[in-house]
T-cell receptor, first 111, second 113 residues
Framework: GQQVMQIPQYQHVQEGEDFTTYCNSS?????IQWYKQRPGGHPVFLIQ?????EVKKQKRLTFQFGEAKKNSSLHITATQTTDVGTYFC???????????FGAGTTVTVRA | ETGVTQSPTHLIKTRGQQVTLRCSSQ?????VSWYQQALGQGPQFIFQ???????GRGNFPPRFSGLQFPNYSSELNVNALLLGDSALYLC????????????FGQGTRLTVV
């Protein structure tokens, strides 16, 4: 079945630095979604990418969908303490209602 | 706030017991999905309901079952609980099936002892 993998599992970042987290699927995706889960909270939708090679920005966050629609990345610039949490990518395969999540990248920030 | 509410927020059950978790979807959303999230893992898809019918199922045994009601609220039932069923159970509602944004509830933390 479809597998979604994320690296790194943990990201320890100095406040103000940039970092990137990566997502790879074993199958071609019809879309990729990114969610953020704060400690003790629930996943909150950030963005959805649908087109091959698509790039979207939300303030300091840049999301990219790969050309083959099997991988994605999230780049955060000038990390702030508010960026703490676990970032999940999730995707649908074609004609599949199942949303498959990666294991997440847990981000901690050193002030 | 997403408008998706789950109850109860926490629950402790004994092995072999049965449990029912409840979810009220966001107004106007006719699709509800349930996920199991073990500690340190991503949410795992259990099943999805659309207009009161099961619309897709993940790799969970039949002792995980569900219902969706005419008002689109939903229940997750788990029979013959195992220690390994201890997890955060998340409900997510969406406007349509398929590739649309999912709005998650705060979850039910189930502990099986």
């Amino acid at each position: 079945g479809q597998q979604v993998m994320q690296i790194p599992q943990y990201q320890h970042v100095q406040e103000g630095e940039d970092f990137t987290t990566y997502c790879n699927s074993s199958t071609t995706l019809s879309n990729i979604q990114w969610y953020k889960q704060r400690p003790g909270g629930h996943p909150v939708f950030l963005i959805q990418l649908v087109k091959s090679g698509e790039v979207k920005k939300q303030k300091r966050l840049t999301f990219q969908f790969g050309e083959a629609k099997k991988n994605s990345s999230l780049h955060i610039t000038a990390t702030q303490t508010t960026d703490v949490g676990t970032y999940f990518c999730a995707g649908h395969s074609s004609n599949d209602y199942k949303l498959s999540f990666g294991a997440g990248t847990t981000v901690t920030v050193r002030a | 706030e997403t408008g998706v509410t789950q109850s109860p927020t926490h629950l402790i059950k004994t092995r072999g017991q049965q449990v029912t978790l409840r979810c009220s979807s966001q107004s106007g959303h006719n699709t509800v999905s349930w996920y199991q999230q073990a500690l340190g893992q991503g949410p795992q898809f259990i099943f999805q309901y659309y207009r009161e019918e099961e619309n897709g199922r993940g790799n969970f045994p039949p002792r995980f079952s569900g219902l969706q009601f005419p008002n689109y609220s939903s229940e997750l039932n788990v029979n013959a609980l195992l220690l390994g069923d201890s997890a955060l159970y998340l409900c997510a509602s969406s406007l349509l099936t398929g590739a649309t944004e999912a709005f998650f509830g705060q979850g039910t933390r189930l502990t099986v002892v």
